[in-house]
């Protein structure tokens, strides 16, 4: 029997079999849906693999199979290139032969050009351009074409995700959620080594910097391996704050570290600017509020081989800063000699308030200054909507300072992380005014300043 397939532009007829020869008379356009799943899928929200079974129209070209690889070659720019999908199949009607499948999107309604034609004519190959009906299923669509056509039309499509070891995490919007779960299967399906995925299903709690999350599909096994900067980490990913994107900017910091340094890690989660850090020999103390991060943290020092070059403590940021990070630079800077090139660290990489935290350094050793290469150098992160983000950043870190940064600074931009919202990191060596108290004036000279003062008022009038 015959079937009549509408093809836009283009009414065809499709035989029975697979592969037939062109009518001369036939007027054919590029086939437009060859990378379209079937319409019938718009609207599913449960994943059914069979209903992208589709059958396009696609022009061949008939060859005998000892030349195939010569033809490949000699046709490369207009053969199929489509990932997933055999440019040479079997010849139903002769098995000495072979049918080349061209792109029909180069392919002018459905016939060669002179310069492909001249390449068949030393190949003695006859130039007839055949269709063929080629049938496509569910495995040769990207994730992206899927979705496309599931998702109600002119709506956003994501394809994309943050990767974390087996784990594919999402942030979808309000009008992919119905969708959700075969967006899941759809991404597992596609991206081999992914077995869970998951949607952030809240914002951040800036507590602890971890979320809640729904298992959208797959194993719901959330305890993952990472690699970053060639560093091993595990972590459960529902409990502790871990973002692939930050990968640059860890390594950047630590490039900026010499063996020997020493680095206070303010918010140091699982460890990616500790561990590595101390990988470089530096001496490092490292500090998360999150117990679950402190465990975390502890484990993967003992994964890497590092624990006993790490301080570990789990304590609020502040407390970490007036606590161990006060005891060690008031013992350690007074030390110092002009020729020591030990350099201090404060990494602060918590942009929703790290900020705000900046307001401890005031007043925050006794005794005299150090040098100038000695004072600790601060790599503050924050977050930015103003429409100029390093001077909205430079300026807030200057009023938790309580003095001037202009010229004694430098910001550097981490990260987009929604639009309208940066990630910056703002880093500065604490000037010396505002990191060494003042020598407080005994009672008994202010008394007598004040008299002195006095007597020379009375002597002048």
């Given at each position: 029997?015959?079937?009549?397939?509408?093809?836009?532009?283009?009414?065809?007829?499709?035989?029975?079999?697979?592969?037939?020869?062109?009518?001369?008379?036939?007027?054919?356009?590029?086939?437009?849906?060859?990378?379209?799943?079937?319409?019938?899928?718009?609207?599913?929200?449960?994943?059914?693999?069979?209903?992208?079974?589709?059958?396009?129209?696609?022009?061949?070209?008939?060859v005998k199979k000892e030349i195939v690889n010569t033809l490949l070659?000699?046709?490369?720019?207009?053969?199929?290139?489509?990932?997933?999908?055999?440019?040479?199949?079997?010849?139903?009607?002769?098995?000495?032969?072979?049918?080349?499948?061209?792109?029909?999107?180069?392919?002018?309604?459905?016939?060669?050009?002179?310069?492909?034609?001249?390449?068949?004519?030393?190949?003695?190959?006859?130039?007839?351009?055949?269709?063929?009906?080629?049938?496509?299923?569910?495995?040769?669509?990207?994730?992206?074409?899927?979705?496309?056509?599931?998702?109600?039309?002119?709506?956003?499509?994501?394809?994309?995700?943050?990767?974390?070891?087996?784990?594919?995490?999402?942030?979808?919007?309000?009008?992919?959620?119905?969708?959700?779960?075969?967006?899941?299967?759809?991404?597992?399906?596609?991206?081999?080594?992914?077995?869970?995925?998951?949607?952030?299903?809240?914002?951040?709690?800036?507590?602890?910097?971890?979320?809640?999350?729904?298992v959208l599909a797959g194993e719901s096994n959330l305890v993952t391996k990472?690699?970053?900067?060639?560093?091993?980490?595990?972590?459960?990913?529902?409990?502790?704050?871990?973002?692939?994107?930050?990968?640059?900017?860890?390594?950047?910091?630590?490039?900026?570290?010499?063996?020997?340094?020493?680095?206070?890690?303010?918010?140091?989660?699982?460890?990616?600017?500790?561990?590595?850090?101390?990988?470089?020999?530096?001496?490092?103390?490292?500090?998360?509020?999150?117990?679950?991060?402190?465990?975390?943290?502890?484990?993967?020092?003992?994964?890497?081989?590092?624990?006993?070059?790490?301080?570990?403590?789990?304590?609020?940021?502040?407390?970490?800063?007036?606590?161990?990070?006060?005891?060690?630079?008031?013992?350690?800077?007074?030390?110092?000699?002009?020729?020591?090139?030990?350099?201090?660290?404060?990494?602060?990489?918590?942009?929703?308030?790290?900020?705000?935290?900046?307001?401890?350094?005031?007043?925050?050793?006794?005794?005299?200054?150090?040098?100038?290469?000695?004072?600790?150098?601060?790599?503050?992160?924050?977050?930015?909507?103003?429409?100029?983000?390093?001077?909205?950043?430079?300026?807030?870190?200057?009023?938790?300072?309580?003095?001037?940064?202009?010229?004694?600074?430098?910001?550097?931009?981490?990260?987009?992380?929604?639009?309208?919202?940066?990630?910056?990191?703002?880093?500065?060596?604490?000037?010396?005014?505002?990191?060494?108290?003042?020598?407080?004036?005994?009672?008994?000279?202010?008394?007598?300043?004040?008299?002195?003062?006095?007597?020379?008022?009375?002597?002048?009038?």
């Amino acid at each position: 029997c015959l079937l009549e397939q509408k093809i836009p532009g283009l009414f065809v007829v499709v035989k029975k079999n697979n592969f037939f020869t062109m009518p001369e008379t036939v007027e054919d356009k590029a086939n437009l849906e060859l990378y379209l799943p079937h319409p019938e899928v718009r609207g599913m929200t449960r994943l059914n693999r069979e209903a992208f079974k589709r059958t396009v129209v696609v022009p061949v070209l008939k060859v005998k199979k000892e030349i195939v690889n010569t033809l490949l070659k000699s046709l490369k720019h207009t053969v199929l290139q489509r990932p997933g999908l055999k440019r040479v199949v079997e010849d139903p009607e002769d098995e000495d032969s072979r049918l080349v499948i061209l792109d029909p999107h180069k392919i002018s309604e459905f016939s060669l050009g002179e310069s492909d034609r001249e390449v068949l004519k030393q190949l003695n190959v006859h130039p007839e351009v055949s269709k063929y009906n080629l049938e496509l299923t569910y495995e040769n669509f990207k994730s992206e074409e899927i979705l496309r056509a599931v998702l109600p039309e002119g709506q956003e499509v994501t394809s994309g995700f943050s990767r974390v070891g087996h784990i594919a995490h999402l942030n979808l919007r309000d009008h992919q959620l119905p969708y959700r779960h075969l967006i899941g299967q759809v991404i597992i399906d596609k991206n081999p080594g992914i077995t869970c995925v998951v949607n952030k299903t809240n914002i951040i709690d800036s507590t602890y910097r971890n979320f809640q999350m729904e298992v959208l599909a797959g194993e719901s096994n959330l305890v993952t391996k990472v690699k970053e900067n060639n560093i091993t980490y595990e972590l459960d990913f529902s409990k502790v704050y871990w973002n692939p994107r930050l990968s640059t900017e860890h390594g950047r910091i630590v490039e900026l570290l010499k063996p020997s340094d020493v680095l206070f890690d303010v918010f140091a989660g699982i460890g990616p600017f500790a561990i590595p850090a101390a990988k470089k020999k530096c001496r490092v103390f490292a500090n998360d509020l999150n117990p679950e991060s402190y465990s975390w943290l502890l484990h993967n020092c003992k994964l890497n081989k590092v624990d006993n070059k790490i301080k570990a403590f789990n304590m609020d940021g502040r407390d970490f800063l007036l606590g161990p990070v006060r005891e060690e630079l008031s013992r350690e800077l007074p030390l110092l000699k002009e020729e020591q090139k030990t350099s201090f660290h404060i990494v602060m990489n918590l942009p929703a308030l790290a900020i705000e935290f900046l307001d401890v350094f005031q007043h925050f050793l006794a005794g005299e200054p150090c040098s100038a290469a000695g004072l600790p150098t601060v790599h503050c992160y924050g977050f930015s909507k103003h429409d100029d983000p390093a001077k909205d950043v430079r300026e807030r870190a200057e009023a938790s300072l309580g003095t001037s940064l202009d010229g004694r600074c430098s910001t550097y931009l981490v990260r987009n992380v929604a639009p309208n919202k940066e990630m910056l990191c703002i880093s500065f060596q604490i000037p010396a005014e505002v990191l060494y108290k003042r020598p407080s004036i005994p009672a008994s000279k202010r008394l007598c300043s004040s008299r002195d003062f006095s007597e020379e008022k009375l002597k002048k009038s």
